[in-house]
């Protein structure tokens, strides 16, 4: 079984500091990781993932997060946040399932930017 | 068009209505999935097409019924909903296999339902 929690369903930043947003997960295998991003009246759009290559990954829009397997943490990161960054992150979990992807999405954090 | 297509944006329809939504990929994936988002509630996901076979169906009540005609096309047929079905419906797609783009769901922009 797998699961991932995120810490903090509303995050606010001002404009320029940086951007945290923590996520763990939960997995009985060696797991890939995503975080996708939501903008209003949009679907998910990926950011990043973790597809155990190299535990500090690098996404769009300025964005990574680092896998530490000790601490069951995939922290999303950015240095200095942007107006633009304004939405609800998604952190998830998947493993294969004979041909699709079987993921599990934490329940999302809404990044607020204050200018 | 390019990515996923998910039509119609918004639907209004009563308790006893039959409605259908529809979701297009243009990617040339072999997978596709129907998720429901609702508020302070996390992505369900309600069935998986593999291969245009039914792989996944979790508890969803048969009140949605879910037709793959092909591997580029997804529908959800709906009939008889409650209120509590109002939410986002996510249509994905993704490709099975290794690959950089395996592994990754590409979502739809959602049709919006609300049931009165």
């Known amino acids: 079984a797998q699961s991932v929690t995120q810490l903090g369903s509303h995050v606010s930043v001002s404009e320029g500091a940086l951007v945290l947003l923590r996520c763990n997960y939960s997995?009985?295998?060696?797991?890939?990781l995503f975080w996708y991003v939501q903008y209003p009246n949009q679907g998910l759009q990926l950011l990043l993932k973790y597809t155990s290559a190299a535990t500090l990954v690098k996404g769009i829009n300025g964005f990574e997060a680092e896998f530490k397997k000790s601490e069951t943490s995939f922290h999303l990161t950015k240095p200095s946040a942007h107006m633009s960054d304004a939405a609800e992150y998604f952190c998830?979990?998947?493993?294969?399932?004979?041909?699709?992807?079987?993921?599990?999405f934490g329940t999302g954090t809404k990044l607020q930017v204050i200018p | 068009e390019t990515g996923v297509t998910q039509t119609p944006r918004h639907l209004v329809m009563g308790m006893t209505n039959k409605k259908s939504l529809k979701c297009e990929q243009h990617l040339g994936h072999n997978a596709m999935y129907w998720y429901k988002q609702s508020a302070k509630k996390p992505l369900e996901l309600m069935f998986v097409y593999s291969l245009e076979e039914r792989v996944e169906n979790n508890s969803v009540p048969s009140r949605f019924s879910p037709e793959c005609p092909n591997s580029s096309h997804l529908f959800l047929h709906l009939h008889t909903l409650q209120p509590e079905d109002s939410a986002l419906y996510l249509c994905?797609?993704?490709?099975?296999?290794?690959?950089?783009?395996?592994?990754?769901?590409?979502f739809g922009a959602g049709s919006r339902l609300t049931v009165l």
């Open positions: 997995s009985s295998v060696p797991p890939y």
């Open positions: 998830a979990v998947t493993v294969n399932s004979g041909g699709y992807q079987k993921v599990t």
């Open positions: 994905a797609s993704s490709q099975s296999g290794g690959g950089s783009g395996a592994n990754v769901l590409t």
